[in-house]
């Protein structure tokens, strides 16, 4: 089971921010941003690699939440950035799929 499974049966703490059937975002325990919060599938999608055309809605309906969750954490006037590593150069850690939604600061272009 993937660490953000245990999360999502309440297995490991964590700060939800947002709570749907089949997803959710926590804040991210390490941020890198004033404001960065992980949104997540509560089932495995393990990476983008590992996605199928039948993810195709649950990944859509994640970014239309991701500006109402922006909106809760005050950041969606001032910008924010959404993130999905993938792979070993994009530093990849946690192999079930997940979007980073950062803000809170100016962030440079292009990302480290
Ligand atoms: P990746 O590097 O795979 O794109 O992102 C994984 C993210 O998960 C990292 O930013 C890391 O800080 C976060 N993370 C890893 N383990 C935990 C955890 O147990 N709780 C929370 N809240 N975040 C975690």
Request: charged share 20%.
């Amino acid at each position: 089971m993937t660490i953000f499974e245990k999360i999502a049966r309440r297995e490991i703490p964590a700060a939800i921010v947002h709570e749907e059937d089949d997803f959710f975002a926590f804040k991210d325990v390490n941020p890198q941003a004033p404001v960065h919060v992980l949104i997540v599938p509560k089932r495995v999608i393990p990476g983008l690699s590992g996605s199928v055309p039948g993810d195709a809605e649950l990944l859509g309906r994640m970014l239309v939440a991701s500006k109402e969750i922006a909106k809760k954490l005050g950041v969606a006037e001032s910008g924010y950035r959404l993130v999905i590593n993938h792979g070993a150069d994009a530093g990849e850690s946690v192999p079930h799929l997940h979007i980073h939604l950062l803000g809170g600061r100016a962030m440079a272009w292009p990302p480290g």
